[in-house]
């Protein structure tokens, strides 16, 4: 699939089930009401709208408080997976759009059984390894990756949910935009075990082309999946994000506009997939919506 021919499927996941509170399951809806899908035919490019999976709204979990809501998430992962599934069957690349970082879970579940030698390239202020173990939050939206490399914590019910473990191994990853000082000390843990690779948010924000470019440089030759996690942001110039803590770090969003353009025009890139959008946290600047269709649209 080259860039000029490419064809399209967008699937939402309007859950916030595994977040902190209400806001990310308006996400797929608000991204399509700001015109998503015009903008992204009006550069050339062939979009079908798969639709959504199932609608999820957060409330507490007083039976599970360190892994909250974990069969809604499931539910959505499966959901999301066998969508982005029959995309892939198609040819299609495909747009995801969370709800939250959980979301990259289905996409690697739909495409590394069809492409063993996949990657993730994971764009997230955090690196989502933590399990319950070495978070009270409960919030499994950042427990992702730790269930797709199966470290030890992970839940079996999400883990085996995903195909046979692990579904992805280390070499298959690359950590873009984190902030070292923002994971917790099991995440660091994980990190150095795993040996993990990462280029760091300041790296992003400064020459966004050439971190991109070190990033696609470390993973392997198949297909790839660019997860972002708009908290990867500076939240004060775009206020998108579920966490609020990204203020006056990391990149703006024309920069990471920069870096996703460069990875979406790369041979392997198959899917898109964009997380912790909480609509709510843009009502006081709503230009920020406008701006993030414009950078999606513009980078693929
Ligand atoms: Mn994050």
């Given at each position: 699939?080259?860039?000029?021919?490419?064809?399209?499927?967008?699937?939402?996941?309007?859950?916030?089930?595994?977040?902190?509170?209400?806001?990310?399951?308006?996400a797929?809806?608000?991204?399509?009401?700001?015109?998503?899908?015009?903008?992204?035919?009006?550069?050339?490019?062939?979009?079908?709208?798969a639709?959504?999976?199932?609608?999820?709204?957060?409330?507490?979990?007083?039976?599970?408080?360190?892994?909250?809501?974990?069969?809604?998430?499931?539910?959505?992962?499966?959901?999301?997976?066998?969508?982005?599934?029959?995309?892939?069957?198609?040819?299609?690349?495909?747009?995801?759009?969370?709800?939250?970082?959980?979301?990259?879970?289905?996409?690697?579940?739909?495409?590394?059984?069809?492409?063993?030698?996949?990657?993730?390239?994971?764009?997230?202020?955090?690196?989502?390894?933590?399990?319950?173990?070495?978070?009270?939050?409960?919030a499994?939206?950042?427990?992702?990756?730790?269930?797709?490399?199966?470290?030890?914590?992970?839940l079996?019910?999400?883990?085996?949910?995903?195909?046979?473990?692990?579904?992805?191994?280390?070499?298959?990853?690359?950590?873009?935009?984190?902030?070292?000082?923002?994971?917790?000390?099991?995440?660091?843990?994980?990190?150095?075990?795993?040996?993990?690779?990462?280029?760091?948010?300041?790296d992003?924000?400064?020459?966004?082309?050439?971190?991109?470019?070190?990033?696609?440089?470390?993973?392997?030759?198949?297909?790839?999946?660019?997860?972002?996690?708009?908290?990867?942001?500076?939240?004060?110039?775009?206020?998108?994000?579920e966490?609020?803590?990204?203020?006056?770090?990391?990149?703006?969003?024309?920069?990471l506009t920069?870096a996703?353009?460069?990875?979406?025009?790369?041979?392997?890139?198959?899917?898109?997939?964009?997380?912790?959008?909480?609509?709510?946290?843009?009502?006081?600047a709503?230009?920020?919506?406008?701006?993030?269709?414009?950078?999606?649209?513009?980078a693929?």
């Amino acid at each position: 699939m080259t860039v000029d021919d490419r064809t399209l499927v967008i699937v939402g996941a309007p859950s916030s089930a595994g977040s902190y509170a209400p806001g990310q399951e308006l996400a797929p809806a608000v991204l399509r009401e700001h015109g998503l899908v015009d903008r992204l035919r009006s550069r050339g490019i062939t979009v079908t709208d798969a639709g959504d999976g199932p609608v999820q709204i957060w409330s507490p979990d007083d039976e599970h408080p360190l892994a909250q809501n974990l069969g809604d998430v499931v539910a959505s992962v499966t959901a999301v997976a066998e969508k982005v599934g029959a995309a892939l069957d198609d040819g299609a690349d495909v747009l995801l759009l969370g709800g939250s970082c959980l979301v990259a879970l289905g996409a690697m579940s739909a495409l590394v059984p069809r492409a063993p030698d996949a990657s993730l390239l994971y764009i997230d202020r955090h690196s989502d390894l933590n399990t319950p173990q070495t978070t009270t939050d409960g919030a499994l939206d950042w427990m992702g990756l730790a269930h797709l490399l199966d470290v030890p914590g992970a839940l079996p019910e999400l883990r085996d949910a995903l195909g046979p473990a692990p579904l992805l191994t280390p070499e298959h990853v690359h950590l873009l935009g984190v902030v070292p000082s923002a994971s917790t000390p099991g995440e660091r843990r994980i990190r150095d075990a795993l040996g993990l690779q990462m280029t760091v948010s300041d790296d992003l924000a400064h020459d966004p082309r050439a971190a991109a470019a070190r990033a696609l440089e470390a993973l392997g030759p198949g297909p790839i999946v660019a997860h972002v996690d708009v908290d990867v942001l500076d939240f004060t110039d775009a206020p998108l994000a579920e966490d609020t803590g990204g203020r006056n770090t990391g990149p703006t969003l024309a920069a990471l506009t920069e870096a996703l353009a460069m990875i979406c025009r790369d041979p392997r890139f198959r899917i898109l997939s964009i997380g912790e959008f909480n609509p709510t946290r843009a009502v006081g600047a709503p230009e920020v919506i406008d701006r993030l269709v414009d950078g999606i649209a513009h980078a693929l």
